[in-house]
């Protein structure tokens, strides 16, 4: 599917926020997706994500949630930077930011109310909080988010604590071999997930890594990247239509 993609701003607050957006360059109106960067920022890697989405009769968009910060891009080799970067929003913000590209996406003719949420990394978790804090995310497809049980820094909530306000089924995908998670906090997302009686499936590839579907990454695994993508895609498809 021919894709039209363009660099956009969006009003968050009193703010302007950037964002990659792309849609199918005919049709509609489509369903949305919005895709959370990595800890790395809003890099190429990101927007080409963003389009394959849009190629898929999705128009989906990709806040930059680190606009307020300069050097907002760091490499994939720039672990300090990435956390430095990530280190500088908090979780109300991000959920702020986050409804304000839901509401840009509300206001485009081609789009119909179909909103989902996808993300990796620090984006995996972005995305199942947003799911969880706001009502109008129908699914949500987290990539190898860290800290979705047990908080990563002190006073800030593990988004799991905000599940009963989630309306959305999950698909979450981990990587077995990832060192960033451990393979008993999927575990207990999983049991918490079913605990609170959500409809989600945890998927872990046990030869899998952090990062796995990104091609510029030295964890980047075909096989499991292109599986995942077809059953996120199909995902999608069935719960946004």
């Excluded at 999705?58 to 930059?64: D, E, L, R, S, T």
Aim: proline fraction near 7%; aromatic fraction near 10%; glycine fraction near 10%.
């Amino acid at each position: 599917m021919e894709v039209v993609s363009n660099e956009v701003s969006i009003r968050t607050g009193a703010e302007k926020m950037p964002a990659h957006l792309a849609r199918p360059a005919s049709g509609g109106p489509h369903p949305a997706l919005v895709v959370v960067m990595e800890a790395f920022g809003l890099n190429d890697h990101i927007k080409r994500i963003t389009d394959r989405f849009a190629a898929e009769g999705f128009v989906a968009i990709a806040p930059n949630l680190y606009f307020r910060q300069p050097n907002n891009v760091v490499g994939y080799n720039d672990l300090p930077g990435a956390f430095r970067l990530m280190g500088s929003v908090n979780d109300d913000q991000i959920v702020a930011d986050m409804g304000a590209a839901i509401d840009h996406l509300k206001a485009l003719k081609e789009v119909k109310p179909a909103f989902g949420t996808v993300g990796f990394c620090m984006g995996g978790r972005v995305a199942f909080m947003t799911a969880c804090r706001n009502s109008a995310v129908r699914a949500t497809a987290p990539y190898y988010g860290g800290g979705m049980v047990k908080s990563r820094q002190p006073g800030v909530k593990p988004p799991i604590e905000y599940v009963d306000g989630l309306n959305a089924p999950v698909l979450a995908f981990f990587g077995g071999k990832d060192a960033f998670i451990p393979i008993t906090e999927v575990d207990e997302f999983r049991d918490a997930l079913k605990k609170a009686g959500k409809p989600a499936e945890v998927v872990s590839f046990p030869d899998a890594d952090h990062g796995f579907m990104c091609d510029d990454r030295p964890s980047f695994h075909p096989v499991h990247s292109k599986e995942a993508w077809a059953r996120t895609i199909a995902f999608f498809k069935e719960h946004l239509g």
